[in-house]
């Protein structure tokens, strides 16, 4: 019936049922939350800031709204409005390179989860993994392709279709991982001596990236690993126990980098001993 009809004045991309009794409208402009249980009575909400869908494949529903992708991010759409969810971790550029127009996004535990066909970092296709749950790295990207997926609730399983067979996701055995801080700015040159790192098991391989050095009395090799990005230390942790960091050289900015295959909880580095176990 010609009561029944709402109009959003644009094209809409997809809608997606959340909340009971809501719908996410997503269009090529604005997007729209429509809530009601009767087609006469339904309300339709345009909201004030323009993030188009540009992909019906990118929406997903989850506990607190509406997932989908848009030009400048991640977005979760709700009755309180639309948001960039991802624009503290990817920049706008960044996200583009991962092609959001062919993404296609499942949920599940509580993370979600963006395949996406794009080649980046010399690797074709891969997923962005977003935990918003505060139970691990906000953000992961893993080498995993998948064309599409089904959740089966019963089982509490995601199924992925990965080339020509089907998988389980988390299903297989424990993937190596490479886990990269940012860049920690200190207010002045200094040295850590010390680091420790808590793990379930060993090893687990450490590297340390300094910038502002302020001195270059530095082995040869490390000097010319630091001009080239490379690490100035690298290190294969093997137990709990504190390792000696070396103090030959001063720097104003550090990252830490791990890679492994088992659960780290803590990475810390610290001038002292004594600071260290206080940590």
């Not at 996004?105 to 509580?110: A, E, F, I, L, Q």
């Not at 395949?115 to 790295?137: E, M, N, P, Q, W």
């Not at 200094?190 to 270059?216: H, L, R, S």
């Amino acid at each position: 019936p010609v009561q029944y009809k709402k109009s959003t004045g644009t094209k809409v991309v997809a809608m997606i049922p959340f909340g009971g009794n809501a719908w996410g409208v997503l269009t090529t402009n604005y997007p729209y939350v429509a809530v009601g249980t009767d087609p006469m009575s339904i309300s339709l909400e345009k909201i004030a800031q323009p993030q188009a869908c540009v992909n019906k494949r990118s929406a997903v529903a989850t506990d607190n709204g509406v997932i989908y992708a848009s030009p400048d991010g991640l977005c979760l759409l709700n009755q309180t409005g639309v948001q960039v969810v991802s624009e503290n971790l990817l920049t706008r550029a960044q996200w583009q390179a991962y092609g959001p127009t062919t993404m296609f996004t499942r949920t599940h535990n509580g993370r979600v989860l963006v395949f996406y066909t794009a080649t980046v970092g010399g690797v074709a296709g891969g997923v962005l993994i977003f935990d918003f749950t505060g139970k691990s790295a906000i953000l992961t990207r893993s080498s995993l392709t998948a064309a599409g997926g089904f959740y089966d609730a019963i089982s509490d399983q995601l199924y992925l279709v990965s080339g020509t067979t089907i998988v389980k996701w988390a299903g297989g055995a424990d993937r190596t991982w490479t886990w990269r801080s940012k860049i920690h700015s200190l207010p002045q040159p200094t040295t850590f001596a010390w680091m420790q790192v808590e793990a379930d098991a060993y090893p687990v391989t450490v590297k340390f990236y300094i910038g502002g050095t302020a001195n270059a009395s530095v082995p040869d090799g490390t000097q010319l690993a630091i001009r080239s990005g490379g690490a100035a230390w690298t290190v294969s942790v093997d137990r709990r126990d504190p390792y000696r960091m070396p103090a030959w050289i001063m720097y104003r900015d550090l990252e830490i980098e791990m890679t492994g295959a088992v659960t780290v909880h803590s990475v810390a580095v610290s001038h002292t001993s004594q600071e260290l176990a206080q940590v």
